[in-house]
């Protein structure tokens, strides 16, 4: 006889209380999903702030609650939208918001040991210039480790879901089809991964930087009917005017975060020696690819293994700068906005220092972006304008071009010095 399906309550120190099922709950048990309880949020970011020792494990779930309530208030909002655009009925709507709850949870099962900060190491496709992303491994991982919970757990027999539908909900693919439209919950401008990672973040690095009015953001979100397209269009996710501000608080909210955390110059010369470290420490200098013979390979990577190779000697020069906190110093930073002078003058710098530079590291060229947001407002009368158009103050915001140099700790001295000869020149 089997036992009844029952509701688990799990406490989070940002939603207070979130809800998992059964079905949730199986796959959370999976040695897939529970590697992530070994996988660092932000790295090695807990050297600067100390409390940021959160994991993936934690914000795979606060990902899947925050996409529940944000599916739930566009229903509310956008009904007659997602009947007539959509063609959704009730069953529908049900069927796809547990979509949108699996592939919100597994989001990130594919990331690497110290999340972001290993992304560089990623393997090349074959005969094909990119590499690999994590959200292809997530992909991978759904496929081949979390079909048969997926797929045979007896919930399932009220949706008839494959893994791939998931899979395919993660990369953005047409095999989603009517499920697409909530891809952008997961992955877009104004998705439940941000909006989680920014308040996660915030609260454990013990800064205000990442808050926003989360509550008035959900309350506000909508699906909007493109106007003047041909065909109609589909629909997008946006929102009300009157959940402008709240939507310009998480606009500004990701940028003071990307400023004052995940660009911050200390952090981002720990991301520097891990990167070094795990080339020395991977076999190639790569992870494995996310293929079904090497998938269990690339699995085997956490922040557990990592550190303890690391403590038993491996990982060369930056291994041991790692643990010895004997990074590299910070010795010259362009300003937030970098001008085209600017930009002239780092070159003066740099040709200064010489071989006293040891690393160099763009905000460009960060995992995090601070690029502007592209968020619909829905207005009075049926108007439909973009975010920025209603803020003068993301109107104006540019994208983050800083540049950070750095010099081993016994060089930054002289190299200190070497740039405020340049500097006092200007």
Not at 164 to 187: H, I, P, T, Y
């Amino acid at each position: 006889m089997k036992r009844p399906h029952r509701k688990y309550e799990i406490r989070c120190p940002i939603h207070g209380f979130i809800e998992i099922n059964d079905w949730e709950r199986a796959i959370i048990d999976e040695p897939a999903f529970q590697r992530l309880r070994r996988i660092r949020q932000l790295a090695w970011t807990d050297h600067i702030y100390p409390g940021a020792m959160h994991t993936r494990f934690e914000h795979s779930l606060g990902v899947m609650h925050t996409a529940s309530m944000l599916y739930d208030a566009i229903v509310k909002n956008s009904l007659e939208v997602l009947r007539s655009e959509l063609s959704y009925n009730e069953d529908g709507l049900r069927r796809d918001r547990q979509l949108v709850r699996l592939a919100a949870l597994l989001h990130d099962v594919g990331h690497g040991p110290f999340s972001h900060a290993a992304e560089e190491l990623l393997p090349h496709r074959d005969e094909r210039a990119e590499k690999y992303k994590h959200e292809q491994y997530s992909a991978a991982i759904v496929r081949w480790k979390l079909a048969a919970v997926i797929e045979g757990h007896d919930l399932n027999a009220n949706y008839g879901f494959l893994a791939e539908d998931v899979a395919a909900l993660l990369e953005g693919s047409s095999k989603a089809k009517q499920g697409l439209f909530w891809r952008d919950l997961v992955d877009g401008q104004m998705d439940a991964d941000r909006m989680d990672y920014l308040l996660r973040d915030s609260y454990h690095a013990g800064v205000q930087y990442g808050r926003f009015d989360l509550h008035r953001v959900i309350n506000t979100v909508c699906a909007i009917r493109p106007a003047g397209e041909e065909n109609g269009g589909a629909p997008r996710l946006g929102v009300l005017e009157g959940g402008v501000h709240g939507a310009e608080g998480l606009v500004l909210a990701r940028y003071f975060m990307f400023t004052q955390v995940y660009f911050h110059k200390t952090r981002v010369a720990f991301d520097v020696h891990l990167r070094h470290a795990l080339k020395e420490i991977l076999p190639g200098g790569v992870f494995p690819k996310p293929t079904a013979t090497e998938l269990d390979c690339y699995l085997a990577w956490d922040d557990w293994r990592v550190l303890g190779l690391i403590a038993q000697g491996e990982g060369g020069e930056h291994g041991r700068r790692l643990g010895r906190r004997d990074h590299f110093r910070n010795i010259y930073h362009t300003p937030e906005v970098t001008e085209r002078a600017d930009l002239s003058k780092l070159e003066e710098i740099k040709k200064a220092i010489g071989p006293l530079l040891a690393a160099e590291e763009s905000a460009t060229k960060s995992w995090y972006k601070t690029d502007k947001a592209d968020i619909p407002v829905f207005g009075q009368a049926g108007k439909l304008a973009p975010l920025s158009s209603f803020s003068s103050v993301l109107a104006n915001l540019k994208m983050n071009n800083q540049v950070l140099l750095y010099a081993k700790p016994e060089d930054a001295g002289a190299a200190r010095k070497k740039v405020d000869e340049v500097l006092k020149k200007s």
